[in-house]
């Protein structure tokens, strides 16, 4: 049985990558995008910024940079599955002998390989911009190491919400939402520097973990805090993903098998 849901698997992952090579504007977009934040960011909005007990904002903007990619890949997976589901795609790979879960796994681990390609390009373009990873290539290869799992654990969001949606409306309204859920967080300004109960949303927010344990990994400037979370953003980086993952990859699941019914 394993061994059947690994080669579906494999199979399907080939399948989704050989249609990104057939359309690469996908691929530029994944990239391009990030890519424009940071020159907006840092040489639009940099220099209007402080880190709260002095530092470099660049170096303390960059973490956050990187964690916004993460979640702009939400809505690039929703799109594929809804795309899939309009044309057929879903409704052949149900009729078919193969494992529910290899054909989500599938989707998964391409939209990973994208999401890695888009977060190393990132990585060199901070580089060229002046930023720098502090700690030395160990901690660094574990930020990126956290950065992916955040990464892995939205992207199932993103196959439970284009398995339940019907249309592109609701891709529009999730793509909307990014963004105040980006802003509502510590990716780009300390959470002490907001009114109170909008300070503690932003501090437990899933993406505010992990832009702070990058930032302890790459030896960047962060913003502190006395949560329990701000004291703790390994673990919460860690912590948060793994919850995410234990409720969505079920409701995943089960929505796929609900609509062969």
Same mark, same amino acid.
């Given at each position: 049985? #394993?061994?059947?849901?690994?080669?579906? #698997?494999?199979?399907?992952?080939?399948?989704?990558?050989?249609?990104?090579?057939?359309?690469?504007?996908?691929?530029?977009?994944?990239?391009?995008?990030?890519?424009?934040? *940071?020159?907006?960011?840092?040489?639009?909005?940099?220099?209007?910024?402080?880190?709260?007990?002095?530092?470099?904002?660049?170096?303390? *903007?960059?973490?956050?940079?990187? #964690?916004?990619?993460?979640?702009?890949?939400?809505?690039?997976?929703?799109?594929?599955? !809804?795309?899939?589901?309009?044309?057929?795609?879903?409704?052949?790979?149900?009729?078919?002998?193969?494992?529910?879960?290899?054909?989500?796994?599938?989707?998964?681990?391409?939209?990973?390989?994208? =999401?890695?390609?888009?977060?190393?390009?990132?990585?060199?373009?901070?580089?060229?911009?002046?930023?720098?990873?502090?700690?030395?290539?160990?901690?660094? *290869?574990?930020?990126?190491?956290?950065?992916? *799992?955040?990464?892995?654990?939205?992207?199932?969001?993103?196959?439970?919400?284009?398995?339940?949606?019907?249309?592109?409306?609701?891709?529009?309204?999730?793509?909307?939402? +990014?963004?105040?859920?980006?802003?509502?967080?510590?990716?780009?300004?300390?959470?002490?520097?907001?009114?109170?109960? !909008? =300070?503690?949303?932003?501090?437990?927010?899933?993406?505010?973990?992990?832009?702070?344990?990058?930032? +302890?990994?790459?030896?960047?400037?962060?913003?502190?805090?006395?949560?329990?979370?701000?004291?703790?953003?390994?673990?919460?980086?860690?912590?948060?993903?793994?919850?995410?993952?234990?409720?969505?990859?079920?409701? =995943?699941?089960?929505?796929?098998? +609900?609509?062969?019914?």
């Amino acid at each position: 049985m #394993t061994a059947w849901v690994v080669a579906d #698997t494999g199979a399907l992952t080939g399948r989704y990558l050989t249609h990104l090579r057939r359309r690469p504007e996908q691929l530029v977009n994944a990239i391009g995008f990030p890519i424009l934040m *940071l020159l907006i960011f840092v040489f639009l909005f940099g220099g209007m910024m402080a880190v709260p007990g002095g530092g470099d904002y660049r170096s303390a *903007l960059l973490p956050g940079l990187f #964690t916004l990619t993460m979640l702009f890949g939400l809505s690039s997976t929703m799109v594929a599955v !809804v795309t899939d589901a309009q044309r057929g795609i879903t409704d052949r790979f149900r009729s078919m002998p193969m494992s529910a879960s290899a054909v989500l796994l599938g989707r998964a681990a391409a939209d990973m390989v994208v =999401s890695a390609v888009a977060l190393a390009v990132l990585l060199l373009a901070g580089l060229a911009v002046g930023w720098r990873a502090e700690n030395g290539i160990g901690p660094a *290869l574990a930020a990126v190491g956290l950065l992916l *799992l955040l990464r892995f654990a939205l992207l199932w969001v993103g196959i439970w919400l284009g398995l339940l949606v019907r249309g592109p409306d609701a891709v529009t309204a999730v793509q909307t939402l +990014e963004f105040p859920v980006a802003f509502l967080s510590g990716l780009f300004v300390a959470p002490a520097s907001m009114p109170v109960v !909008v =300070s503690a949303v932003a501090e437990w927010n899933p993406l505010s973990a992990t832009a702070a344990a990058t930032r +302890e990994l790459f030896g960047n400037p962060g913003w502190g805090g006395d949560s329990w979370v701000a004291l703790h953003p390994l673990l919460a980086a860690v912590l948060w993903p793994l919850l995410i993952l234990a409720v969505f990859v079920p409701l =995943s699941v089960r929505r796929f098998r +609900e609509m062969s019914r």
